[in-house]
């Protein structure tokens, strides 16, 4: 009889437990776990790039520890010598002159403060909103650096370059770039920065990638902190069937100040024919990032195989996702090292591949790939730099219908083994996960993630240490729901005691706002929203698109609006918007990655007003 009470005891804890915990079984652990890490080479998956047969190896590491300690005692004229001996045996492609294949960038420096308005600090930016959007921070002086990509339908996108000398508190407009030819727009949340300091001034690195006329090209480009020194290069050449996108960058600025360099990964995709893509990511380095005209060295560009893992035969609906850090092993060797997500290959393909090479790509690369049974998205890593080896990859990973969660991987010991964790894994959909280490810091990584409750875009963030995590704070305002899709969140930190600081788009990218700390205030760098004098209904773009576009809309007075998604047979799909609006320009993103390819309507109407337009779905 005891057994038996002890037995309907256990039944109703169990029952008590289960009925009133969420619904967070997701990941079969608490906590972490150690990770299955293999060299093991798939057959028909990814392949590791190609081992370096240079027979110059050992040449070049001689003359790679000399130019390290050239480069520490700030000796330009003989790390130029250095740096230009180890090209030559390493067979580097040298960029003398910036690569202006592309549609044509003019630049203007503005250096206005933003207008503070209600203790909202305003600009007037497009009011079509914001592709994307991401921050840097200068290790010495601590300035913050915002980088946005407003939309501008009508012609070609702006750059816009925002700083805070105070934390985030109160922001000015240094600098602008915009393209000469009409039609050139920004790809979605494509930006990276990297902000330098050399000692005396603060510089601003950003890569991005644009599409124009059915072309995509990656770029680089650069601003002094007072606006002046405008660089741009387009990376590589692009043309209808060799795509360059998503590009993302690392410096070692906290190690060398007056002599870094800037390492830039990028995806390079030759369309071969249908269903037959060849996907590999190309390594440039900005050999002397404060020069008036940079010296740019593409590193092992020879072949398919490119700097990091690589496939061959791909089909459309596959995409390369890379991300790339630095960290200084032992006080001596610079190591770059890759992440790479081939999205939608194959089941085989969802492990975490990872590429790491010594003393800026001139050595034969270490290859490992980390288990992962689930489809994930757009990887993000970052190492502190310094001693320790610690680091970090956090992606939004899959788990079922239109639920992803946030996790990661973590190492302490420069990538030789890692452990997985989940930093979300509520029922809410996660949509993107950023990291970023506080340079030069020895374990400090800041990591920011936007998901959706209660139908409200939230934008989180949290600190990772050596040992331990900090508390979840949710950055946006109760009355600001983050952007999903266009302009998602960005980590960031402001070097105070209150360290946290992120920049992200309201719905639909409409506005970008920065959250100056954990228990600071939300400011704003925002649209004018004016109210338009008719209804109307904009092309969708981009068109065609895969799998997200965008759809602008104009509401004169206040409304029930709906817009609903339909197929070609007129079978309704889903509805974007069903609510009362209040008068002004809207935006609203269409994320169609669970459907087929094909043409397909979407229907406003508000009032007496009806529109239709078509939209068509390439994958």
């Not at 256990?10 to 906590?31: E, H, N, R, W």
């Not at 506005?511 to 008719?534: E, K, L, Q, R």
């Not at 935006?587 to 078509?614: Q, R, T």
Request: net charge neutral.
């Amino acid at each position: 009889m005891k057994t038996l009470n002890l037995f309907y005891l256990f039944i109703i804890i169990f029952s008590f437990i289960y009925l009133t915990v969420p619904a967070q079984d997701k990941p079969s652990f608490i906590g972490e776990k150690q990770s299955v890490v293999s060299t093991q080479v798939m057959p028909g998956g990814p392949q590791p790039p190609m081992i370096n047969q240079n027979s110059n190896t050992a040449e070049i590491d001689r003359l790679s520890s000399q130019l390290d300690l050239a480069r520490r005692n700030g000796d330009a004229e003989l790390a130029y010598q250095l740096q230009s001996q180890i090209g030559y045996l390493n067979g580097d492609k040298i960029l003398v002159s910036p690569n202006l294949n592309g549609p044509p960038v003019f630049a203007q420096t503005i250096n206005k403060p933003v207008e503070q308005k209600d203790n909202i600090y305003v600009t007037q930016l497009p009011s079509f909103g914001n592709w994307s959007v991401a921050t840097s921070t200068e290790l010495n002086s601590g300035r913050i650096w915002v980088v946005t990509a407003p939309y501008n339908p009508a012609g070609s996108d702006t750059c816009k370059f925002f700083a805070s000398d105070n934390g985030g508190r109160n922001w000015f407009l240094v600098n602008q770039f915009f393209f000469g030819s009409s039609g050139a727009h920004f790809t979605i949340n494509s930006f990276q920065a990297e902000a330098l300091n050399d000692g005396t001034n603060g510089w601003i690195y950003a890569v991005g990638s644009i599409s124009f006329n059915n072309i995509t090209y990656s770029f680089v480009t650069r601003f002094k902190g007072d606006g002046s020194n405008f660089y741009f290069s387009y990376l590589y050449t692009s043309t209808s069937s060799v795509r360059e996108y998503w590009p993302r960058m690392t410096s070692d600025n906290w190690k060398y100040s007056t002599l870094p360099y800037i390492c830039i990964i990028n995806t390079q995709d030759s369309m071969i024919a249908a269903n037959n893509h060849t996907l590999c990511s190309k390594l440039t380095i900005v050999l002397s990032p404060y020069a008036a005209t940079p010296t740019i060295a593409y590193r092992n560009t020879e072949g398919i195989a490119g700097f990091s893992w690589f496939t061959l035969g791909a089909s459309d609906s596959t995409y390369l996702y890379n991300d790339i850090a630095w960290y200084d092993s032992a006080g001596s060797a610079n190591v770059l090292i890759a992440v790479s997500n081939f999205y939608n290959l194959s089941s085989t393909a969802n492990n975490v591949y990872v590429s790491q090479v010594d003393n800026y790509g001139t050595s034969s690369p270490r290859t490992l790939f980390i288990s992962e049974t689930n489809k994930y998205l757009y990887p993000s890593i970052a190492f502190t730099g310094e001693g320790g080896g610690n680091g970090i990859i956090v992606y939004r990973r899959f788990f079922s219908g239109g639920d992803w969660d946030a996790a990661y991987q973590r190492t302490t010991n420069f990538g030789s083994t890692w452990t997985m964790g989940f930093i979300d894994y509520t029922t809410d959909t996660t949509f993107f996960v950023d990291a970023k280490a506080v340079k030069g810091s020895n374990g400090n990584i800041k990591v920011a993630w936007t998901n959706v409750k209660n139908g409200l875009g939230q934008a989180k963030y949290e600190s990772f240490s050596n040992t331990s995590r900090g508390d979840t704070v949710v950055m946006n305002a109760v009355n600001l729901s983050a952007s999903t899709s266009f302009g998602i969140e960005r980590a960031g930190y402001n070097m105070t005691s209150d360290d946290c600081f992120s920049a992200w788009c309201t719905t639909g990218g409409q506005s970008v706002f920065v959250t100056a700390g954990c228990t600071g205030t939300t400011t704003g760098i925002i649209n004018n929203n004016t109210i338009p004098f008719a209804y109307k209904l904009n092309q969708n773009y981009p068109n065609p698109f895969n799998p997200t576009t965008r759809i602008n809309y104009a509401i004169p007075k206040e409304g029930l609006v709906t817009l609903k998604i339909y197929d070609i047979t007129g079978r309704e799909i889903t509805t974007l918007v069903n609510e009362v609006k209040s008068p002004g320009n809207y935006a609203v993103d269409f994320n169609a990655i669970n459907l087929s390819s094909g043409v397909y309507f979407y229907k406003l109407i508000s009032g007496s007003f009806s529109d239709v337009k078509k939209l068509i779905l390439v994958k």
